[in-house]
């Protein structure tokens, strides 16, 4: 009983704080520019896509460069779910025709897009789960240069490099937020599960959680197939965001930003996930205003070209020699309050035991 209180109280706070978080930043993106609200979706988007990287990556211990495979799977399947059928015709001849003629609304595609981002993990997980290390960091970066190569060069499918036009750019602030919150709560209740416990155990120490019988490759497998379930999900809002694809939308470059969201907010934590991304957006955002130059009030600023990509760099460089377990230190939001209650849940048992018998 004290260990289920202390769990909940662990698994509920992170989740809450995080979510409380989020609301409060796309209430103030909502009140704002139109400019201001595209921002806000465009960060609940990657949100997704960081929470769900974090499921693998934060649990694991294992750098992955390959869940932009997973995002791609879900933004091409739910551009290909969602597109008006005559449009697909035109653009896409050589496509099977219940393809053609299949059109859902975005939220019935992007839950069949996370299942084909989960059965494109579970084929992949055999050949890059085998590995450890720097080894299976680049194995997943090769994976991802090889769909990569693959999507540009799939006209039937993929139009190749010319991409996919015509996808429905409806995504907003409020139809994007429902589903960063339901990857935290997925998140956390794969955190605070069972499975979850000893993979985090086998990322302290692989060999002493497996002489205690933990099956490392098993439990990887697991929250593999978890994350890219999310990221599927995640690659579909991303879609929606652009209104159009290109193999150069889902390349090297999104991994490394979801990567630097990771490891700036703090790459063991669920709350750095979610910090990470909303700290890399609004930074992200300012540096683009800045670059473009323009007038700021009764300051006017030349256009600086490049300086976002220079800013962004050392803010890793500078994080990863001040400051390695991010802006939460992986901690979890709310790990004080956590602490507290299970001293509270302590203190409590202690005293029933020691309370006298009545009589």
Known sequence: MRNRAITLVAGSAPAALSTLLVLVISGLAMLGSETTQRTAAQMLVMGVICVGTYIFVGNSGVLSFGHVVFVAVGAYSTALMTMEPGLKRALLPDLPGWIVDL????????????????????????????LDGMA?????????????????????????SQGIVGIPADLTVGTALPWLIGAIV???????????????????????AASLGVRVGRERT???????????IGGGLYAHFLGALTPGDVSLKLTLLALLMLIV???????????????????????????????FGPIALAPHPGIEQVVLALTLLFTLLLRPGGITS??????????????????????????????
């Open 330 to 359: 992986g901690r979890e939001l709310g790990h004080r309050l956590v602490r507290r209650s299970s001293r509270d849940v302590e203190t409590a048992r202690t005293e029933i035991v020691a309370a006298p018998e009545p009589g």
């Open 136 to 160: 299976a960091g680049i194995a997943s970066l090769a994976l991802l240069i090889s769909v990569n190569v693959v999507i540009g060069n799939w006209d039937q499918v993929t139009r190749g």
């Open 265 to 295: 907010g703090g790459l063991r934590s669920l709350s750095g996930a979610v910090i990470g991304t909303i700290f890399i957006s609004v930074l992200a955002e300012l540096l683009r205003r800045v670059e473009a130059g323009g007038d």
């Open 222 to 232: 697991i929250a593999l197939v978890i994350s890219a379930f999310v990221c599927g």
């Open 186 to 208: 997925l998140a956390l209740a794969y955190q605070v599960s069972a499975s979850g416990f000893r993979l985090r155990a086998s990322r302290e120490d692989a060999v002493a």
């Open 103 to 130: 059109h859902l609304g975005m939220a019935a595609a992007l839950p069949v897009a996370g299942l084909l981002a989960l059965l494109v993990s579970v084929l992949c997980s055999p050949l890059v789960l085998r």
